[in-house]
């Protein structure tokens, strides 16, 4: 899974009850603070090239350097699926070690930037946002497939373009209301398969990651958010409120502690670093494609490793919305563009 961006305002207008009540959402920021637009890559960008401009670096185009950063992010991102299935920890447990790995990871690269926390609300909100989308894609992947959980956790632009015309009155646009009708078909056909199978409730909160997944997103480009201080900080409370967790757990054997060390400090902390500094210096359209490689590669590493397989309803709906994310991702790129 991957992350971040910025962009443009929107009138300061809505009272302070829902601002409130989108703050008990966890997917909100304090009153008066600009708010990003519906165009989630121009998101993801703007903030990872924040992150990446506390280093220093030349501003060289590097496509390649770009491109293989980025390729190489996805496929630490692929392999999360994979290494919960292989882990027999409690779900928690397991996210709560693998946090705290993160946030040494995270944290060493923050000190090699030389990056300055950040703590406020809207930081604080999103670092909850971040701790409720590792918890929840955790668990999930534990009570449905990794096919599942990864491609209804990708659904989180769409949640971003409903949330923002349903607390600020951001109209969709025809484009991002055809991406809607797309990836709701495909979350129908998980369902739908999910309540013959009795994994109905892993696909929930997949799609509950989805949300705060959209959460975390919109709190971290807006003018006080930190994307760098939310996931520090989601992972630090994960770590040290989860990891006590693992006192209940018999198996310790080496190759379970290996994947438990290889799932914070690459699937989670390395792709990061690798995702930062792709974004500096890979093209939109690039970006946007490459990252669609996860949600495929994460489910094909667990039916050729683990042996599970997608249902054929559920295929159908990963085709669906894999292809809807794309279709809204470029679309946007290219009316950016224009």
Excluded at 110 to 131: E, P, W
């Amino acid at each position: 899974m991957n992350f971040y961006p910025r962009a443009g305002t929107l009138p300061r207008k809505k009272p302070v009850a829902e601002m409130f009540f989108f703050c008990i959402l966890k997917l909100a920021a304090p009153i008066h603070l600009p708010l990003p637009e519906d165009h989630f890559f121009k998101t993801q960008q703007t903030i990872m090239k924040q992150i990446s401009s506390d280093s220093g670096a030349p501003a060289v185009n590097t496509r390649f350097l770009g491109t293989a950063a980025m390729l190489a992010a996805s496929l630490c991102f692929s392999t999360g699926g994979l290494l919960i299935k292989l882990i027999p920890w409690n779900p928690l447990a397991i996210n709560g070690v693998r946090n705290l790995i993160a946030c040494l990871v995270i944290g060493l690269y923050i000190r090699i930037l030389g990056h300055r926390l950040k703590f406020n609300l809207t930081v604080l909100m999103g670092a909850v946002s971040m701790a409720g989308v590792t918890t929840l894609f955790a668990m999930a992947n534990k009570l449905t497939t990794a096919g599942n959980t990864i491609i209804l956790q990708y659904t989180a632009p769409v949640w971003i373009v409903i949330l923002m015309f349903l607390f600020f009155g951001k109209r969709p646009d025809r484009r991002a209301l055809l991406s809607i009708l797309f990836v709701l078909t495909g979350i129908l056909c998980f369902f739908f398969e999910g309540l013959s199978t009795g994994r109905w409730l892993g696909d929930f909160l997949a799609l509950l990651s989805g949300i705060f997944y959209a959460g975390v997103f919109m709190l971290n480009s807006f003018e006080k958010g930190d994307a760098l201080s939310s996931v520090f900080f989601g992972q630090l409370a994960c770590g040290v409120f989860l990891s006590p967790m693992v006192i209940g757990e018999s198996d310790f054997s080496l190759p379970v502690l290996a994947a438990v060390f290889v799932l914070g400090a690459v699937q989670v902390g390395l792709a990061y670093i690798f995702f930062t500094t792709g974004t500096k210096y890979t093209d939109p359209v690039t970006a946007s494609i490459i990252n669609a490689i996860e949600p495929i590669l994460n489910p094909i590493l667990v039916a050729v490793f683990y042996k599970e397989m997608l249902g054929r309803l559920s295929l159908f709906g990963a085709a669906i919305v894999i292809c809807g994310i794309l279709y809204y991702n470029l679309m946007s790129i290219n009316k950016a563009g224009s």
